[in-house]
């Protein structure tokens, strides 16, 4: 039995890096990527991605967890001033923040279908 869950999370996962939908693994989460605009329906079989907003729950942790590994990243940073670190890290972090933002969407997702897995 958990190796079924394990190959289904595995296939989950994928579909999630692919931004696709968690059932059928055709249709996109986005129409468009850059600009951030979701379908709220899969284009190909109707699965509602998210039906009561958990979604938003995850974004907020998976970027406290990026804040988390940007704070260690400075730790760890020996500039010269703290201006000169905040140029790097500031805009390191604002890239990674917004780059992953669709991932970290498409894996949201993705954990709440292995939550609820409607038919
Ligand atoms: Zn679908």
Redesign the pocket.
Known sequence: MSRRLFGFSRQLLARALRLR?P??G??KIFRRVLTYSEHTH?P??G?RYDPHGESLAFMYVSTAFLTGVMVIVMLFMHPESIASGRMVVIPIALALYVSTLPVRKALAIALNYLNHPLP
């Open positions: 939908c059932r059928c055709e249709g899969c190909r079989c699965l």
